[in-house]
C-alpha cells in the first residue's frame, strides 16, 4: 500500500470539505489551495485538482448512494474526511479511467491517516477495494414508476429539482438537462470589440501565443476555446483582448442595445460581464452607472473594466432595495438575484446547497426590485430583466407581474430585433428570451425580458 497521499489528492479532498461542509464556493476553496501550495502545484496538478472536485461536487449523490448500499454504517454520522475520501475515491474508480482503482483507493486511505483518523483506514479500505470490483449490484428506481426517484440517482440531482421539472417538461427534456448539468462547461469568451483584434485575429494569435485551439460561433464577439487559456501577466487575457463569459449572458447586453448619451444602469452589477460588453456595444459613448452590495463583486467588475480598458464608468457601492438615486435613466439592466438553476453545470454545489424554498424567496426580491427600478426610470425609458434561470416563477411570472402592475403604463418589446438571428430560437411568443439547459448550442439557461414605460 503507499504510504503517502499526492498533494493534488490531499488538497481536493480538503477542498470537497470546505464547499459540501463549510459551504465555501469552489472555486474559492480551490484558490486558497492553489496559492498556498503555489510552488509545488504544476498546471496539470491543479487541472487534476479542479477535475477531482468538481466532479465529486456534479455526482456527489449518485456515488453517496453508492457507498451508503455498499457500507452497513449511516455515513452521514461519519467524519467529513471519511466522507470526502469516500465520495472522491469513489468518483475517480467511476469517471476517471486514466487513474488505476489502486491508486484511488490506496491514497483514499492514507488522506484519512494523514487527518489523524487512523481507526478507519480498514473501514475505507474495505468500502472502496469492494466497489473498484464493481461487484454489487443495486437496483435503480423504476423509471416508469418512480420518474423523480430514477432521475435523481441516475444524474445527481436533488428529488426536489427533478420533480419540479418533470411538472414542467417530458421526461426526455429533464433528462437531457440533468444530463448536461453534470457536463464540464465549455469555454466561451467574449471579445473585446474596442480593441484591434477581431475574432478571427484573436482566434490565429491563441493559437501562435498559447496553442489554444478555438472555433467560432454564430454569436460574432464570441469564441469557444478547446481547452483553458493563460490568465497571467502578459497573456492575451491579461492584456484585455477578451473576457471570460457564456453566450447567453452575452445576449443579455444585446437586449440593452445602448445608444451614444444614454444614461444606463447595471442594477446588480456582479462582476463585470455585462457590464463591460454595454460599454462595448455603446462604444464608450453611454453613461453607465454600476450598482451592487457586494463591495468584492464591485471591485471585480472595476478591475475587469480596468483590464479590458473600460473608464469613465460609475461604481455605486450599495443595495438597489435602499440605494437613495433620485435621478431618472434611460435604461436599467436588473440582472436580478435568483435561484440559478440554469447555471448548475457552472456551479455543482449548488444542486447539494439550494432548497425549494430559494424559489419563491428570490421571485419576491425580483418583485422588490423591479418595482425599484421602475421607479428610476425616464418616460419612455426600458428596464431589461434577466435571470440565470428558466423557472416559470422567476421568467413568465415575473412578466405576467408587471403587466399586472403597470398595465398599460408598459409595453413588452420584443427581443427578435435585438440579437443575431441564429438565436432567435429562443424567443418565446410571449417575447421571452427562454434558453434551457441542455439545449444544442451548449449555452446556459437564462431568461430575459424587455419592458418599456410609456413616456
Request: with cysteine.
Given at each position: 500500500m503507499s504510504s503517502r497521499v499526492s498533494l493534488g489528492r490531499e488538497l481536493a479532498y480538503d477542498a470537497f470539505i470546505e464547499v459540501m461542509d463549510h459551504r465555501r464556493k469552489p472555486e474559492?476553496?480551490?484558490?486558497?489551495?492553489?496559492?498556498?501550495?503555489?510552488?509545488?502545484?504544476?498546471?496539470?496538478?491543479?487541472?487534476?485538482?479542479?477535475?477531482?472536485?468538481?466532479?465529486?461536487?456534479?455526482?456527489?449523490?449518485?456515488?453517496?448512494?453508492?457507498?451508503?448500499?455498499?457500507?452497513?454504517?449511516?455515513?452521514?454520522?461519519?467524519?467529513?474526511?471519511?466522507?470526502?475520501?469516500?465520495?472522491?475515491?469513489?468518483?475517480?474508480?467511476?469517471?476517471?479511467?486514466?487513474?488505476?482503482?489502486?491508486?484511488?483507493?490506496?491514497?483514499?486511505v492514507e488522506y484519512v491517516r494523514k487527518r489523524g483518523q487512523a481507526n478507519a483506514c480498514s473501514f475505507v479500505n474495505g468500502i472502496l477495494r469492494q466497489i473498484a470490483r464493481r461487484a454489487e449490484y443495486f437496483a435503480?428506481?423504476?423509471?416508469?414508476?418512480?420518474?423523480?426517484n430514477y432521475l435523481a440517482m441516475q444524474y445527481a440531482h436533488p428529488k426536489w429539482i427533478m420533480e419540479r421539472w418533470l411538472a414542467q417538461f417530458d421526461f426526455?427534456?429533464?433528462?437531457?438537462?440533468?444530463?448536461?448539468?453534470?457536463?464540464?462547461?465549455?469555454i466561451f469568451v467574449?471579445?473585446?470589440?474596442?480593441?484591434?483584434?477581431?475574432?478571427?485575429?484573436?482566434?490565429?494569435?491563441?493559437?501562435?501565443?498559447?496553442?489554444?485551439?478555438?472555433?467560432?460561433?454564430?454569436?460574432?464577439?464570441?469564441?469557444?476555446?478547446?481547452?483553458?487559456?493563460?490568465?497571467?501577466e502578459g497573456s492575451l487575457f491579461a492584456q484585455g483582448y477578451y473576457t471570460f463569459q457564456d453566450e447567453a449572458a452575452q445576449l443579455i447586453s444585446f437586449l440593452v442595445q445602448p445608444q451614444r448619451g444614454e444614461h444606463i444602469i447595471d442594477l446588480c452589477t456582479g462582476k463585470g460581464g455585462k457590464l463591460?460588453?454595454?460599454?462595448?456595444?455603446?462604444?464608450?459613448?453611454a453613461q453607465i452607472t454600476a450598482v451592487d452590495k457586494s463591495t468584492k463583486h464591485l471591485q471585480a467588475a472595476r478591475d475587469n473594466a480596468v483590464r479590458m480598458g473600460h473608464d469613465g464608468i460609475n461604481y455605486v457601492h450599495a443595495d438597489a432595495l435602499a440605494w437613495d438615486f433620485d435621478g431618472k435613466v434611460d435604461k436599467i439592466l436588473l440582472d436580478a438575484p435568483c435561484s440559478c438553476l440554469g447555471i448548475l453545470r457552472r456551479h455543482p454545489e449548488a444542486k447539494w446547497h439550494k432548497q425549494a424554498a430559494i424559489i419563491n424567496e428570490m421571485e419576491q426580491l425580483q418583485r422588490r426590485l423591479l418595482m425599484r427600478a421602475a421607479e428610476w426610470l425616464k418616460g419612455g425609458g426600458e428596464l431589461i430583466y434577466s435571470v440565470c434561470s428558466f423557472e416559470v416563477e422567476e421568467s413568465i411570472n415575473m412578466l405576467e407581474f408587471c403587466k399586472r402592475k403597470y398595465k398599460d403604463r408598459i409595453q413588452v418589446i420584443s427581443p427578435v430585433a435585438r440579437i443575431p438571428d441564429?438565436?432567435?430560437?429562443?424567443?418565446?411568443?410571449?417575447?421571452?428570451?427562454?434558453?434551457?439547459?441542455?439545449n444544442n448550442d451548449l449555452i446556459d439557461g437564462f431568461s430575459a425580458f424587455i419592458i418599456k414605460f410609456d413616456g
Open positions: 474559492a476553496a480551490l484558490d486558497y489551495y492553489y496559492n498556498k501550495h503555489s510552488e509545488h502545484l504544476r498546471k496539470i496538478d491543479r487541472s487534476f485538482v479542479k477535475e477531482l472536485l468538481y466532479g465529486s461536487l456534479r455526482w456527489h449523490s449518485k456515488m453517496f448512494w453508492i457507498l451508503q448500499n455498499t457500507s452497513n454504517r449511516d455515513l452521514n454520522k461519519v467524519s467529513p474526511q471519511i466522507r470526502a475520501a469516500l465520495v472522491v475515491g469513489t468518483y475517480q474508480i467511476y469517471y476517471m479511467d486514466r487513474v488505476p482503482d489502486r491508486s484511488a483507493v490506496n491514497e483514499s435503480k428506481p423504476d423509471k416508469q414508476k418512480e420518474p423523480a426526455a427534456r429533464v433528462e437531457r438537462i440533468a444530463a448536461a448539468n453534470n457536463k464540464v462547461p465549455p467574449r471579445v473585446n470589440a474596442m480593441r484591434d483584434m477581431p475574432a478571427h485575429k484573436l482566434q490565429n494569435q491563441l493559437l501562435k501565443d498559447e496553442h489554444i485551439h478555438s472555433e467560432r460561433r454564430p454569436l460574432r464577439c464570441s469564441l469557444h476555446l478547446k481547452t483553458f487559456p493563460a490568465i497571467k463591460t460588453h454595454i460599454y462595448e456595444l455603446a462604444n464608450g459613448e441564429y438565436y432567435k430560437q429562443y424567443v418565446t411568443r410571449k417575447n421571452i428570451l427562454q434558453i434551457y439547459s441542455g
